[in-house]
């Protein structure tokens, strides 16, 4: 069974970070790529970031760029995203998803687009709430 887990979110004030981890298990983690998605209320759900778990190349949305970092540890098959400077528009649900096409992550990080239906597998999410 495939899975996807999220954990990290939590309540922080405008400027501060947080580190959000994704678990992945039940499929061949360097055969896919990972992104970084969330979804404010009322709101589309977006691309953040995404990284490929074979050559760990790494990718962002323009409004994160510079203050959001993408990583993976292989051998726990664990994807983070490390977020600083955080700004009250950051506040949103956040959920890792993983698909085998690195592409079509590229597309939905690097574009605004409804990602939903986008990726393979999701994860449930993590809330992010940044106070002004």
């Known amino acids: 069974e495939v899975q996807l887990v999220e954990s990290g979110g939590g309540l922080v004030q405008a400027g501060g970070s947080l580190r959000l981890s994704c678990a992945a298990s039940?499929?061949?983690?360097?055969?896919?790529?990972i992104g970084w998605f969330r979804q404010a209320p009322g709101e589309e759900r977006l691309g953040v970031a995404c990284?490929?778990?074979?050559?760990?190349?790494?990718y962002y949305a323009d409004s994160v760029k510079g203050r959001f970092t993408i990583s993976s540890d292989n051998a726990k098959n664990t994807v983070y995203l490390q977020m600083n400077s955080l700004k009250p528009e950051d506040t949103a649900v956040y959920y890792c998803?993983?698909?085998?096409?690195?592409?079509?992550?590229?597309?939905?990080?690097?574009?605004?687009?409804?990602?939903?239906?986008?990726?393979?597998?999701w994860g449930k999410g993590t809330l992010v709430t940044v106070s002004s």
């Open positions: 039940g499929f061949t983690f360097d055969d896919y790529a």
């Open positions: 998803a993983a698909d085998r096409d690195l592409i079509q992550a590229i597309m939905l990080v690097t574009t605004t687009r409804e990602s939903r239906d986008g990726m393979d597998y």
């Open positions: 990284i490929s778990s074979s050559d760990g190349s790494t």
